[in-house]
């Protein structure tokens, strides 16, 4: 990382937080001529990419699989455009069933591709066949209108509503099927974007599904190789990525922000400022009354979606056998947990995540488990310094951690004497890492019924301020990189940066 010291008083633009978002962003406006830094209020740069040491031993933070990955596909373009093949290693997972889902005491597994997908549903729903069909042909009907998701040139501007998104995901399903079952099961993936049934529009539910049935990957070894390399990139390009440099004000020259102010002292000017942090945090940040009332209180009135908690398990080596594919279980026929959460029944569900090892392949030394938890729960922590929650915290955790550990193992009887020592993140930890006000890691909650409304757009009120990153459209790797590319569309015209990534020679994954 560079230091402060020696820095210009001025750059072009100055990118607040080194999320993915953010960080690509940097690659891609410092490709592009512009001067950059990046400013990092933690220590390590990456959001939910980061990784962290417990008893020797590295857990990724939030990255746990990676959909498009194939050959062609459009996360593929997209990382290969960003140089992030080279030195980085991803495996991909068991094609016959990367997700296994085990709901209400039955199980199922996703397959890798439509047609796959098409078949095992098929053959595990006889009686829904035509059901199953439109369902799939709904989902390509989306992708066709969610364009840039695809990395074609939108036909109509991407601030205007689409179809799918003033259409229930939900009321969808429901119309294909009276089977309670197969309703619940083309709902499996709910965990990953923290759908609610009477607010999630289709176009989140198509656009996740189609990204991880399309193809899975894992990251081998740790997910901090992504954001590293980018950082490295970005300062290749003459850019800088200073960490330990938290924002504490964004100052006003009339009605453009001149001037960013860090908590550290240092104070520095840019042309253009790049939030990759939440809106409603990037609006505290701002002078007060520089910015209309109106808009601050919309950003800040937003819904973000469930916030999570998560148990990092350390196993003695050698011992447990590597799956390659997550493992979700639902105690009860509803996977639609966000819509039912109950604090009263907790834990009623679970997302288990087996890294690669990349030593010792056939075992794993490490586990990570993740499900839902309302921010509400931790709220009375919320203003205290991480270190400084006390002994009611601390039990709090303990209690929850051993609460959901206990549902682990009757799923897993073997990984009990195996667990050498565990620690666990609550949605504080998550509001530490992402920025959220309420620790939401899928971002602001999506509303079928005023989709313009509930979308964050890359302009802001403040003439050079922009947003980037999982507030703007989709969260998640693809929908953040999606994001950034809309960002810099405000510096690089989109269709020379759409061109830069389709036009690039394919080659093979390391």
């Given at each position: 990382m560079t230091s402060a010291f020696n820095i210009p008083e001025h750059t072009d633009v100055i990118i607040v937080g080194s999320g993915l978002a953010g960080l690509q962003c940097g690659v891609i406006l410092s490709r592009h001529g512009y001067r950059v830094k990046v400013l990092e209020k933690g220590a390590h740069v990456g959001g939910t990419l980061q990784s962290f040491l417990f008893k020797g031993t590295a857990f990724s933070t939030g990255l746990h699989y990676l959909g498009s990955l194939d050959n062609g596909q459009t996360l593929h373009r997209i990382f290969q455009y960003f140089n992030l093949f080279d030195g980085i290693q991803y495996q991909r997972m068991n094609a016959s069933g990367f997700d296994v889902f085990e709901i209400g005491g039955k199980q199922y597994k996703f397959p890798m591709g439509w047609e796959a997908f098409r078949k095992y549903m098929k053959g595990c729903f006889p009686q829904e066949k035509e059901a199953i069909d439109r369902y799939i042909k709904a989902i390509e009907m989306v992708l066709e209108e969610q364009e840039l998701f695809m990395l074609k040139t939108p036909s109509i501007s991407t601030k205007l509503e689409k179809p799918s998104q003033s259409v229930n995901a939900w009321d969808f399903i429901c119309s294909l099927t009276t089977n309670k079952e197969l309703r619940q099961v083309l709902s499996a993936l709910n965990f990953v974007y923290a759908g609610e049934k009477e607010l999630t529009p289709l176009y989140v539910h198509a656009l996740i599904n189609h990204y991880f049935i399309s193809s899975s990957y894992r990251v081998v070894g740790r997910s901090d190789q992504i954001p590293k390399k980018l950082t490295h990139e970005i300062i290749q390009n003459g850019g800088q990525v200073l960490v330990n440099h938290e924002v504490n004000q964004l100052l006003f020259n009339n009605h453009r922000i001149s001037e960013i102010s860090c908590t550290n002292?240092?104070?520095?000017?840019?042309?253009?400022?790049?939030?990759?942090?939440?809106?409603?945090?990037?609006?505290?940040?701002?002078?007060?009354?520089?910015?209309?009332?109106?808009?601050?209180?919309?950003?800040?009135?937003?819904?973000?979606?469930?916030?999570?908690?998560?148990?990092?398990?350390?196993?003695?080596?050698?011992?447990?056998?590597?799956?390659?594919?997550?493992?979700?279980?639902?105690?009860?026929?509803?996977?639609?947990?966000?819509?039912?959460?109950?604090?009263?029944?907790?834990?009623?569900?679970?997302?288990?995540?087996?890294?690669?090892?990349?030593?010792?392949?056939?075992?794993?030394?490490?586990?990570?488990?993740?499900?839902?938890?309302?921010?509400?729960?931790?709220?009375?922590?919320?203003?205290?310094?991480?270190?400084?929650?006390?002994?009611?915290?601390?039990?709090?955790?303990?209690?929850?951690?051993?609460?959901?550990?206990?549902?682990?193992?009757?799923?897993?009887?073997?990984?009990?004497?195996?667990i050498e020592d565990f620690t666990s993140a609550t949605p504080l930890t998550f509001r530490d890492y992402v920025g959220s006000p309420t620790g939401s890691m899928y971002g602001t909650l999506r509303d079928y019924k005023s989709p313009l409304t509930s979308y964050v757009g890359v302009r802001t009120k403040v003439p050079n301020l922009y947003f980037t990153g999982q507030n703007l459209n989709l969260h998640g790797v693809m929908g953040v990189s999606i994001s950034a590319l809309l960002t810099c569309a405000e510096f690089v015209d989109l269709q020379e940066l759409l061109n830069e990534i389709n036009d690039q020679k394919s080659k093979p994954k390391e």
């Open positions: 002292g240092v104070r520095l000017q840019a042309d253009h400022i790049i939030s990759n942090v939440h809106p409603a945090t990037t609006m505290q940040l701002c002078e007060p009354g520089k910015v209309r009332k109106s808009f601050v209180n919309r950003l800040q009135q937003k819904t973000d979606t469930l916030s999570s908690f998560a148990l990092y398990l350390k196993l003695k080596p050698g011992k447990f056998r590597y799956r390659n594919a997550n493992f979700n279980y639902y105690r009860s026929g509803e996977v639609w947990y966000a819509s039912n959460y109950d604090v009263t029944n907790w834990p009623e569900h679970f997302f288990m995540h087996f890294p690669v090892n990349e030593n010792n392949p056939m075992w794993v030394d490490h586990v990570s488990v993740v499900t839902h938890m309302r921010f509400e729960e931790v709220a009375q922590w919320k203003d205290l310094p991480t270190s400084k929650r006390g002994q009611d915290y601390e039990q709090f955790k303990e209690a929850k951690s051993k609460k959901l550990l206990s549902l682990v193992v009757q799923q897993f009887p073997e990984m009990e004497s195996l």
